[in-house]
């Protein structure tokens, strides 16, 4: 199988190059070049646009960070949808808005392609370690033929149904993950500036309930409130929050908890902390 990949950022070029890895035909394409150049010593082509890409490609996968980017490497004569045609496939792996996703999706069946939305969680490390959960959603004749590859770059898929259902569970599960860092930045706050011992508050909350992954893996970081080098932007959790806020608002759901914690985060990437990981969160809390 061909397939393509367009978009190499912190997640794109670790999940492009376990396909490489895992035996595929694979051809990329990145806005900034020279982010090609690691892949093509692993094997792979190097198309010169998003239409290339979709044109030499039997599947092609897009990881963009915004809906805006998004649509920069679907549309327009350069653009994946100008290199589809029929029976090939188009998946979308970004983490974007519903209205953005279904647009995607009527574009690919106007080509007589196939479309699929596949959001996944998971940041640096699962990536590079084919360790994602992938929340797939659309034709499900695409999600049968694209299994062999999404399997390697995660290690749970989950088919959702409709398109539209993969970006509602991705907002659900980031919505969650933004609440649980804002919570246990203000913890370790709190027990930072009343005297306490930050590995010893690690320890009680990793010896009871409240134990989980992302605590282990953020928290001492967290407590030496210093180097956050990004394993998943700032930026991009807050843009999720607020599109999250946006669904909310469209079903008329409030969320009281996740409408401060948006602007929790607004405030982090006031302060210039957008490029650096969303545990960055803390700096905004204890101010240095």
């Known amino acids: 199988m061909k397939v393509g990949f367009v978009g190499l950022g912190i997640m794109g070029s670790a999940m492009a190059a376990n396909l490489v890895k895992g035996g595929f035909e694979v051809t990329v394409w990145n806005r900034t070049a020279a982010k090609c150049d690691p892949l093509a010593v692993l094997g792979t082509s190097v198309a010169a646009s998003p239409r290339e890409t979709a044109e030499v490609s039997d599947i092609v996968f897009a990881m963009m960070a915004t809906p805006l980017a998004v649509e920069s490497v679907r549309d327009g004569d350069n653009g994946i949808i100008a290199g589809l045609k029929s029976g090939k496939g188009y998946v979308d792996m970004s983490t974007i808005d519903i209205e953005t996703s279904k647009e995607s999706a009527r574009r690919a069946h106007e080509k007589g392609a196939l479309f699929l939305e596949a959001p996944v969680a998971g940041s640096r490390k699962p990536a590079e370690e084919a360790q994602l959960t992938i929340m797939a959603a659309g034709d499900r004749e695409l999600y049968d033929r694209s299994l062999p590859v999404l399997e390697k770059m995660g290690k749970k898929i989950l088919f959702l149904g409709e398109v539209g259902n ?13 609440g649980m860092i804002a919570a246990f930045a203000e913890g370790m706050a709190l027990a930072s ?7 010893q508050l690690l320890e009680v909350l990793d010896a009871g309930a409240l134990a989980n992954p992302m605590f282990r893996l953020k928290g001492g970081a967290v407590a030496e409130n210093n180097h956050f080098p990004a394993a998943f932007p700032l930026k991009h959790m807050q843009k999720d929050l607020r599109l999250a806020l946006r669904l909310a608002e469209q079903i008329e759901l409030p969320l009281f908890t996740t409408a401060t ?12 902390l957008g490029d650096f990981d969303f545990a960055a969160v803390s700096r905004a809390i204890r101010k240095r």
Not at 166 to 178: P, T, Y
Not at 193 to 199: F, I, R
Not at 261 to 266: A, C, R, S
Request: glycine share 12%; net charge neutral.
């Open 166 to 178: 993969g970006a509602r569970m991705k907002l659900a599960n980031n919505l969650v993950m933004g």
């Open 193 to 199: 500036q009343s005297g306490l011992d930050l590995a």
């Open 261 to 272: 914690v948006n602007e929790l985060f607004k405030e982090a990437v006031s302060q210039g």
